[in-house]
T-cell receptor, first 115, second 111 residues
Framework: GAVVSQHPSWVICKSGTSVKIECRSL??????MFWYRQFPKQSLMLMAT?????????EQGVEKDKFLINHASLTLSTLTVTSAHPEDSSFYIC???????????FGEGSRLTVL | QQQVKQSPQSLIVQKGGISIINCAYE??????FPWYQQFPGKGPALLIA?????SEKKEGRFTISFNKSAKQFSLHIMDSQPGDSATYFC??????????FGKGTKLSVIP
């Protein structure tokens, strides 16, 4: 199947700093990428949907100024957690699909720990 | 109406046994039902998926059974192995909309 790569796989940062997580589709061009957040022993919670070249669509309750999403190319989307706080500590997962209605491919996830 | 209800929350099965995880939905517009397998610290991986025009799909030891009238679908893992121990998520999607996930089932296969 198609490969979606996330980087970094884990990151530890101090409170107040910003952290950027990259999501790349390695062998296909992703028209749409999704960002999820997953708390321990819970399901995936969709944060936002990003289409290449346009602004991301955020789910209700997700602060767009807190979680900046950029989808500048068909193979790269980035999630920046700005002014991170301990409550932002979580497992962030991206996914990508080639076309509407197509199969969804997930990245390996990025574990963020904010001290 | 967007919910997908998954049960059980956790499941312990002996090696060689059959693992069964069930999901139910309300939205009749859902037309794609995938199952994902997630190991600790990893992203979900697509295991098997079904569309409502068939009642069953089998891939190796994994089978999806789909009951359109009851709005239920289930995952059966035959001859369960310790390596199958993971969290399994059912999901559903209507057209090009995003996936709606179940809450997950933690499967433990004991030797």
């Amino acid at each position: 199947g198609a490969v979606v790569s996330q980087h970094p796989s884990w990151v530890i940062c101090k409170s107040g700093t910003s952290v950027k997580i990259e999501c790349r589709s390695l062998d296909f061009q992703a028209t749409t990428m999704f960002w999820y957040r997953q708390f321990p022993k819970q399901s995936l919670m969709l944060m936002a949907t990003s289409n290449e070249g346009s602004k991301a669509t955020y789910e209700q309750g997700v602060e767009k100024d807190k979680f900046l999403i950029n989808h500048a190319s068909l193979t790269l989307s980035t999630l920046t957690v700005t002014s991170a706080h301990p409550e932002d500590s979580s497992f962030y997962i991206c996914s990508a699909r080639l076309a509407a209605g197509g199969e969804l491919f997930f990245g390996e996830g990025s574990r963020l720990t904010v001290l | 109406q967007q919910q997908v209800k998954q049960s059980p929350q956790s499941l312990i099965v002996q090696k060689g046994g059959i693992s069964i995880i069930n999901c139910a939905y309300e939205n009749t517009a859902f037309d794609y039902f995938p199952w994902y397998q997630q190991f600790p610290g990893k992203g979900p991986a697509l295991l098997i998926a079904i569309r409502p025009d068939v009642s069953e799909k089998k891939e190796g030891r994994f089978t999806i059974s789909f009951n359109k009238s009851a709005k239920q679908f289930s995952l059966h893992i035959m001859d369960s192995q310790p390596g199958d121990s993971a969290t399994y998520f059912c999901a559903a999607r209507a057209g090009s909309y995003q996936l709606t996930f179940g809450k997950g089932t933690k499967l433990s296969v004991i030797p």
